[in-house]
């Protein structure tokens, strides 16, 4: 087992940036494909970016150039810049230890999520 928890959303103004943190614990150790999501009131859950256990990245093309996704041992990260209006959202992080990862794998294919923490970009 996995448990995942999320900090760091928060209101801010368009144009501010926010970190968010999705600390994991338990089996830790295996090789799991790690990603963001959001889910905006009344629309579907949307992939923001993934990152495998090999490192390599993928983002959505509404949040290229403005969001890094890391992975620091225990920890998983996205850092958003430039946040818009449309980045307000429940944001959720996920990790699976099997097959491919985001876009390839869908958001309902993941095993393990976080509790989700709330990031709304107003004026």
């Known amino acids: 087992q996995l448990h995942l928890v999320e900090s760091g959303g928060g209101s801010v103004q368009p144009g501010g940036s926010l970190r968010l943190s999705c600390t994991a614990s338990?089996?830790?150790?295996?090789?799991?494909?790690w990603g963001w999501f959001r889910q905006a009131p009344g629309k579907e859950h949307e992939g923001v970016a993934s990152?495998?256990?090999?490192?390599r990245i993928t983002y959505a093309d509404s949040v290229k150039g403005r969001f890094t996704i890391s992975n620091n041992k225990n920890t998983l990260s996205l850092q958003m810049n430039s946040l818009k209006l449309e980045d307000t959202a429940m944001y959720y992080c996920?990790?699976?230890?099997?097959?491919?990862?985001?876009?390839?794998?869908?958001?309902?294919?993941?095993?393990?999520w976080g509790q989700g923490t709330q990031v709304t970009v107003s004026s």
């Open positions: 990152i495998d256990s090999d490192g």
């Open positions: 996920a990790a699976d230890p099997l097959g491919a990862c985001w876009p390839q794998k869908h958001w309902y294919a993941y095993n393990y």
């Open positions: 338990g089996y830790t150790d295996w090789r799991y494909c």
